[in-house]
């Protein structure tokens, strides 16, 4: 295989993630916007520009711009910038090496004796499966390897024959999967809740509903902002559920934003508070992922 590919990633339509990434790097290391573009290999102006469409794209200031004084100006990355930086250091490593694995062919795999696990993105950034994939090599002398994915994306990359094992959380989707022949078996192997999360003030008052639908029924008129995962994981299947359940369509309001390029419920966890918005995660990832105080 020839190693001199690169996936890169992008921020919307038109906003270049490997360019926005390279910059946001430089700016760390130089402390200046004009100093980083060019380190970068890129003009001032196209790396002012591409910074402005990635903040206005993800709603938020990712670069602090100081002038004159004793320290002669600079620019420096804000709180969010820096988490940007580190999400898409992530993922550009994770998805580089999911690629890797998906150019390993079936023949290959059985050869070197190795199953390939496409599984939903929580059980990846929590670091449960690489405890999970050294006992099974452990016990069996066969390696797994994982491709984090939401789960319509992972149970897509099984019917394609890309992968041999599904670790997803939509149960209605697993058991279709199994229905129409495309799996041997469905497994259960662990449980865990939906809940939903909001600003502390809670705008829509869902604190005191009584369902779900209630719940998604008094965002939609109060019109609080929500924010989906939008990309047919099973959070976001669930919340398509409770939003079918009350007799809505939240498609297109102006309220109802979707989450592009979030690293699994974390991010979506991390854009909620950035919005002051309501969401839908589950219950793990609230525990054990969210280190805020706004929601």
């Known amino acids: 295989m020839a190693d001199n590919w690169q996936i890169t990633l992008n921020l919307g339509e038109k906003i270049s993630g490997r360019d926005l990434l390279v910059l946001l790097e430089k700016i760390d290391e130089h402390g200046s916007l004009n100093r980083a573009a060019e380190a970068a290999g890129m003009s001032y102006r196209y790396g002012w ?96 390897r994982h491709i984090a994915a939401g789960s319509g994306q992972a149970l897509d990359m099984a019917k394609a024959g890309r992968a041999d094992i599904v670790l997803a959380h939509a149960p209605e989707a697993e058991e279709s999967f199994v229905r129409e022949g495309w799996g041997v078996f469905r497994l259960p192997v662990m449980t865990n809740k939906i809940v939903f999360v909001g600003p502390r003030s809670d705008p829509a008052g869902i604190g005191t509903a009584t369902s779900a639908a209630e719940a998604v029924e008094r965002i939609a008129r109060s019109q609080a902002v929500f924010v989906s995962r939008g990309d047919r994981s099973g959070t976001h299947l669930f919340e398509q559920k409770i939003w079918r359940q009350a007799g809505l369509d939240p498609e297109g309001r102006p309220w109802y934003r979707i989450a592009v390029n979030t690293l699994g419920n974390y991010g979506l966890l991390r854009q909620a508070e950035i919005w002051g918005a309501y969401t839908v995660v589950d219950r793990a990832s609230f525990v054990a992922g969210y280190r805020g105080d706004a929601l």
Do not use: N
């Open 49 to 144: 520009d591409l910074l402005k469409r990635a903040e206005t794209a993800l709603d938020t200031e990712l670069v602090v711009r100081r002038t004159g004084g004793s320290s002669g100006g600079g620019s420096t990355l804000t709180k969010e910038g820096l988490l940007l930086l580190g999400h898409m250091r992530t993922l550009q490593r994770e998805v580089q090496g999911q690629f890797a694995a998906l150019l390993t062919s079936q023949a290959q795999r059985q050869t070197t004796g190795y199953l390939l696990l496409a599984s939903t993105m929580e059980p990846v950034v929590t670091g449960l499966l690489d405890v999970l994939e050294q006992r099974y090599l452990q016990e069996t002398g066969v390696m797994v």
